[in-house]
């Protein structure tokens, strides 16, 4: 019988999928990275307990693409300053990627909040033009031009915050506990400059980043970094406590509240997407 692709695997297949993926290369990018100073009640306003505002109202944009052998990839993420304990990183709102692919590592096991969406990074000499789209809308635009090569940073490591959750069969809440996991990322840089530019935020009901007005702008830059990652989690949130910034993951949060009345669609039946 020929093979059923959709059959179990076999625990060699299994381990060898697992070693290549253990023993990828460098994978290098190329990005754009604007933080800038915003309004101490709107960075507040955004994180979801126990997550907190660090001692500056800072928001960072990162638009990169990919070097991927044979699958390039444009990346994106928006995110705010937290603190987790004596924890510092950033807890990113959205993060548009060009390819599924990119989406399913990324939510399904981190709790990443990636969407699909466009990415643009352009260079031109020293003109840079960088953007992030969804729905027909650029919301974040950064563009400039190099104004001087910058030192380069030691490697670091760096923490993101998500939430690893999903939305209850029944329509109740979540099917168990959220969990906070800190994703640690090992970063290295091989080439940075400095860009003098400045940030346009656009209107979208969908990605309402304009509610993050620039009021300093601290840094623009472009380089070429690679990275690593590995999560851990480390805290149960209550469904109650997180509730409330489910619309932040899916554009019709609706869907994911959504409960049938009972009876007029079979257990197990799909509503939607979400």
């Known amino acids: 019988m020929a093979r059923v692709r959709y059959g179990a695997r076999s625990a060699a297949e299994l381990a060898a999928t697992r070693e290549k993926s253990a023993g990828l290369p460098d994978i290098w990018s190329t990005g754009v990275v604007a933080v800038w100073e915003t309004d101490p009640d709107v960075v507040a306003a955004v994180l979801p307990p126990p997550l907190k505002p660090t001692a500056r109202p800072l928001v960072r944009v990162n ?88 030192p380069l940073p030691e490697p670091t490591e760096k923490t993101d915050f998500y939430f690893k959750f999903l939305p209850a069969v029944d329509g109740s809440g979540f099917d168990g506990d959220p969990v906070l996991v800190h994703c640690l990322r090992n970063e290295k840089v091989r080439k940075l400059e400095r860009v003098t530019g400045d940030v346009v935020l656009r209107e979208s009901m969908f990605d309402p980043v304009a509610d993050l007005p620039v009021r300093r702008l601290v840094e623009i830059t472009i380089g070429e970094k690679t990275t690593d990652q590995r999560g851990r989690v480390v805290e149960r949130v209550s469904t109650e406590a997180l509730l409330p910034y489910l619309h932040q993951r899916y554009d019709d949060p609706q869907q994911a509240l959504d409960a049938p009345p009972e009876g007029s669609v079979p257990q197990g039946s799909a509503k939607g997407s979400v």
């Open 63 to 150: 638009i990169s693409k990919v070097d991927l052998p044979g699958y390039p990839l444009g990346a994106g993420s928006v995110a705010v300053a937290a603190a987790h304990g004596a924890t510092e990183g950033w807890y990113p709102l959205v993060m548009p990627m060009t390819h599924e692919r990119a989406l399913t590592g990324g939510r399904e096991v981190f709790g990443e909040p990636k969407k699909l969406g466009e990415v643009v990074v352009e260079r031109d000499g020293l003109v840079v033009h960088a953007s992030l789209a969804r729905h027909g809308i650029a919301f974040v635009e950064v563009r400039g031009a190099v104004s001087g090569a910058l």
